[in-house]
């Protein structure tokens, strides 16, 4: 039974798992869990109105191991973490995987160490890489992505990236930021930016954890996710050129993602401004769409 701290002051981790029709994989990911060689854990698994085999594996590997386990009507990604975060998570930090990726066995232990040295940092994360459907590795992400420094401005402007399989939160951050907002698709960016607002972010340069790439991924859905960014943006306003600079590269990102599946799309991220003009990566977009007619 996990207890909120060890005999030998380990502190307990909530790790919630949010599953949506992943009967392929959840069990490897609740089992990456499961083997963790961090020994003070508190499992939760929220099933999201699943249609597939995906609870009857979840409940199977409860017969042997014992976890928490909810199967509830569809409420989506964000009101589900909320509900697993407000009425379940007792431990002092909180990690998030979705049913689709996995750890490696000492994501957890690494993490504790480096939070339990760094008491004021509110969150950390690691580097993670990509796996296909058969768990083989198939990349890394761009090394430029992680860098030693994570305030808001960096995570803000995409000099440093926090991959959400990664992210261990302590559980009173929660408390002063506030739950994921359940109108946003981009739900976890919006939760680091709140929380790198407020309190210093940490990295442990090592991979502890691997994001599945297959067709159902949230992340295919490009045009989507380029209104989320801006839904963001309007967050911050009061930033001045922060704003403008996330609101450049988030354009940009826009142009990058959409401008040759969805030109029609990108079209409403290209805005013609003296200051994106003298920006060289976004004046190459401007030169070519003038004189090509696409991106």
Known sequence: MATSVTP?????????????????????????????????????VIDDGSKDKSVAIIRNLQKTNPFIFEHQQNMGLSATLNKAISQYASGKYIAIIASD?????????????????????GMCCTKAVFIDEHSAITGVLNPKLFTRKYGFNEIALGKSFVPALTAMVKREVYDSVGLFDTALLIEDLDMWLRIADKYPVGFVNIVTAYYRQHSTNTSSRLVDMAEARFQILDKWKHKGTIHRKMKRNFELQALSDLGKAYPEQAKKYLHFSLSNFLYPRYRRI??????????
Do not use: R
């Open 8 to 44: 030998n002051g380990q502190p307990l981790v909530s790790v919630i798992v949010p599953c949506y029709n992943h009967e392929a994989f959840v069990a490897e990911c609740i089992l990456s869990v499961l083997n963790q060689s961090y020994p003070n854990l508190q499992l939760i």
């Open 101 to 121: 990726d996995v750890w490696h066995i000492d994501k957890i232990k690494l993490q504790v160490e480096f939070m339990e040295q760094h008491p004021d940092f």
């Open 286 to 295: 401007i030169l070519k769409y003038l004189f090509t007619g696409h991106f």
